[in-house]
């Protein structure tokens, strides 16, 4: 008797691992009677956990490729596979993966590297939290959380949970107040047990397809160990040193601009004390970012953004719409130099806020 029940465990978990995973999928997600509110605090408060996985991205936005912005069309206009090993928000490490080979990005601390497989070559910057968009602000965890914040109790609602990488996890949606979004809704699945954001979609105002997609596909909440989240470089690995990681965190650092605290409306966001030249104002997906330029860079991106079709020379500028993604190069004034604004708000609010940048930026 003992015999036959041991052989039935064996076929059993023989069974199991067969279509375990079929299994898993099949299995319907846990509902929750948790609070809109409640459930955007845990999220909120989810940024300090530890975990290790999976994540896909998928976005559909073609945005024109200029050389200093480099990179940005990859993330937010095709597939991205990536792997993460995230032990606290200062030390993590993200490797994007494709056919061709690998690119790394380790966070140690203020510190920063780039590893690239193809050209063996690793770059070496101080961290910068203004930065162009990198596949790091596109982990759910991530994206979430910049997307859920100062959203107001009318705003948020909740939505029926999914089974997130054989998780339960209950819904949230984000549907934006205000005329100067152009973001339609926000939906993010959290890990039932740890507020942790799985999946994550970004809708324009049609709400048939998201512009983009991050969703967790393999999820471990083991914290991972220091040796995970280091940067070792490879045998006769070329090693660069940088002042900044890339254009908008250098401009961030050395242009000698003072912008205002707020500009169509909109309030500057970060500590007073750590403000640098580039300007990132509104709340959640509200969001418009003013990087000033060097001269050097101007005709060059203005050349880049003029190829796009939706591209318009306005009094203001050059301008460009990409889904709910706007842009204005500005003409720029003595004394004021130009600025590119960017953001996820409609043309007329760039319009409004480079008339308001030109009449108060001061020069150190």
């Not at 490729?65 to 993330?75: C, H, K, N, P, W």
């Not at 061709?100 to 140690?108: A, N, P």
């Not at 193809?118 to 910049?146: C, H």
């Not at 995970?228 to 050395?254: K, M, Y």
């Amino acid at each position: 008797m003992v015999i036959r029940r041991r052989w039935l465990l064996v076929g059993v978990a023989t069974a199991l691992a067969l279509v375990g995973p079929n299994v898993v999928g099949a299995i319907p997600a846990r509902g929750s009677d948790e609070s809109a509110s409640a459930l955007l605090e845990r999220i909120g408060d989810s940024g300090s956990i530890g975990w290790s996985g999976d994540v896909d991205t998928q976005g559909t936005l073609q945005i024109p490729d200029t050389d200093s912005f480099a990179g940005i069309a990859r993330l937010l206009g095709e597939t991205n596979d990536v792997r993460v090993w995230w032990r606290d928000p200062s030390h993590w490490r993200v490797d994007r993966v494709r056919g061709t080979g690998e690119t790394d990005l380790v966070r140690e601390g203020d510190s920063i590297t780039s590893w690239v497989f193809e050209s063996n070559t690793a770059t070496v910057s101080p961290y910068s939290a203004v930065r162009l968009p990198g596949v790091s602000d596109l982990l759910p965890s991530q994206l979430a959380t910049r997307l859920l914040a100062g959203a107001r109790p009318a705003e948020i609602s909740r939505i029926d949970a999914r089974r997130i990488a054989g998780r339960s996890a209950p819904g949230l949606r984000l549907v934006p107040s205000g005329d100067q979004t152009t973001i339609g809704r926000v939906d993010v699945w959290a890990d039932a047990s740890t507020g942790l954001p799985l999946r994550v979609e970004v809708f324009d105002a049609r709400p048939t397809r998201p512009i983009l997609t991050s969703r967790v596909t393999r999820l471990d909440t083991d914290v991972p160990s220091s040796n995970d989240v280091s940067f070792t470089a490879a045998p006769q690995a070329r090693i660069r040193e940088r002042d900044a990681i890339d254009l908008a965190a250098g401009a961030n650092v050395f242009a000698p601009f003072i912008l205002p605290s707020t500009v169509a409306d909109l309030a500057r966001r970060g500590d007073p004390a750590d403000l640098g030249a580039v300007g990132v104002y509104g709340r959640g997906p509200t969001a418009l970012v003013a990087t000033p330029l060097r001269r050097d860079v101007v005709g060059r991106v203005r050349e880049q953004l003029s190829k796009a079709a939706s591209a318009e020379q306005t009094p203001a500028g050059t301008t460009l719409s990409v889904g709910p993604l706007s842009v204005l190069l500005t003409d720029g004034r003595r004394g004021t130099g130009t600025f590119l604004l960017a953001g996820t708000v409609t043309a007329q609010t760039l319009a409004e806020a480079a008339d308001e940048l030109a009449q108060k930026v001061r020069v150190k």
